[in-house]
């Protein structure tokens, strides 16, 4: 689960939830009233079967039961080449690969710690991605029904036709 240097823990467990932690804040209308409100603060607090990690600034990645990670991997060069299409055009492919996004294409998935050393890699044949609301710096992914959530990590989404 965490970085440090080379090594990386991780931990197991039947029951796990993330969530993240609130921070109370103060402030004051026009009229000197208190204004109290609150935001999430970057610590996420973890529970493993009733017991609790809090975490701030390690790199975390959650990974479902069933979605394995590329062992294998290899760093291969990036290539395209034109088709002709219409989508070769990057203000259309953009659009196109926004709308694709939603439902899931085939990629590669590389993690990074926040120093740039590769940790992992995964790939399926539909991963998309979305930011959940309730947990601060996370990305959640989706590969092939499989959930994945990053905290803190450095990662790169490839489209599987660029690695050749």
Known sequence: MNNYGNKIMTTQGEKINIEGNAVKSTSYDSDGSVITGYELSSVITINIDGKEIQSCGDTCIFEQNGLNAEVNFTQEDIQSQLSGAITDNTIIAGIVNKYKNSFGKSRVVVIKSQLG?????????????????????????????????????????IDKELLK
């Open 117 to 157: 050393q590769p940790i992992t890699a995964y790939s399926g044949d539909k991963v998309y991605w979305k930011i959940p609301q309730d947990l601060p710096k996370m990305t959640k992914l989706m590969i092939d029904g499989k959930a994945l959530y990053i905290h803190r990590a450095n990662f790169q989404i």
